[in-house]
């Protein structure tokens, strides 16, 4: 079956780094373009970063631009989000999708990051 689970979310303090980690089930990510997402409460969910398939190519959104790094480890079958020097503003409950060859999309239940004193 088809599944996407994330981990490595937690509370970390201003200025402090947390990776996020997106193992999947029942197809490789080296095979298919994948992205983090991530939703505030109150807020719409909003793309984050994406990186592309089988090439690699990353791009991310301009509010965590320099600070995030999306990456994946194939012999793991997981994908990555190293977020480094975070703000208050990155709290948010944050979902790995795949996009499939064929154009749709499987989420992850989603993991909590809070960025507190």
């Known amino acids: 079956q088809v599944q996407l689970v994330e981990s490595g979310g937690g509370l970390v303090q201003p200025g402090g780094s947390l990776r996020l980690s997106c193992t999947a089930s029942a197809f490789s990510v080296s095979s298919n373009v994948m992205s983090w997402y991530r939703q505030a409460p109150g807020k719409e969910r909003e793309w984050t970063a994406t990186?592309?398939?089988?090439?690699?190519?990353?791009q991310y959104a301009d509010s965590v631009k320099g600070r995030f790094t999306i990456s994946r480890q194939n012999a793991k079958n997981t994908v990555y989000l190293q977020m480094n020097s975070l703000k208050p503003e990155d709290t948010a409950v944050y979902y790995c999708?795949?996009?499939?060859?064929?154009?749709?999309?499987?989420w992850g239940q989603g993991t909590q990051v809070i960025v507190s004193s």
């Open positions: 999708k795949a996009r499939r060859s064929w154009g749709t999309d499987y």
């Open positions: 990186i592309s398939a089988p090439g690699g190519t990353t």
